[in-house]
């Protein structure tokens, strides 16, 4: 089975700062600000759901593929080049609803932008979410660091396909 994750940059302020930050950390430019993960195995329906974590929803819900678009100012999705199994796409599912509403990881990704360890092993930023759950699962994708140290570029290096983006 294949599996989905969209990217984006939002109309938010924090947007800039996360890919400027990013994009210094990682001494490269930082393309997109935000990943999700999606849950469904057609994410060309509109109503496919998605897993993300977002400072402005308070942290890990789901939502869906059309939403996602919508309040974008930027999105691309992709699919992972690494498949699963029907077992690991349907654990996938329950890992990540594990994760629900929980809160956002604030004081770990500001931790993260200044070279600190401050991570809250409860909470989650969108791509700390992503690599959690991916990894759980099995995925090899290229090696894995500590969940808590990836950002929306590390997730955007996996070997993968664009699918879809928007035009602007």
């Known amino acids: 089975m294949k599996i989905y994750l969209l990217f984006s940059n939002s109309h938010y302020p924090l947007s800039p700062i996360i ?5 210094i950390q990682e001494r490269r430019l930082a393309k997109y600000s935000h990943v999700a993960l999606v849950l469904s195995a057609d994410p060309s329906n509109g109503d496919a759901v998605i897993i993300e974590s977002t400072l402005s929803g308070k942290g890990v819900k789901l939502s869906m593929v059309s939403a996602f678009k919508k309040r974008a100012k930027s999105w691309e999705l992709v699919e992972l080049k690494e498949q699963v ?4 796409f349907e654990m996938m599912q329950i890992v990540a609803c594990r994760e629900l509403n929980k809160s956002y990881d604030l004081k770990g990704i500001i931790g993260l932008g200044i070279g600190r360890n401050w991570e809250q092993p409860s909470d989650w930023w969108c791509s700390e979410l992503v690599a959690y759950i991916l990894k759980n699962i099995g995925m090899k994708l290229n090696g894995w660091k500590p969940t808590h140290i990836y950002t929306p570029s590390m997730c955007y290096d996996w070997p993968k396909r664009v699918i879809d983006k928007s035009v602007f």
């Open 19 to 23: 890919r400027t930050v990013t994009s």
């Open 85 to 88: 199994t029907q077992d690991q």
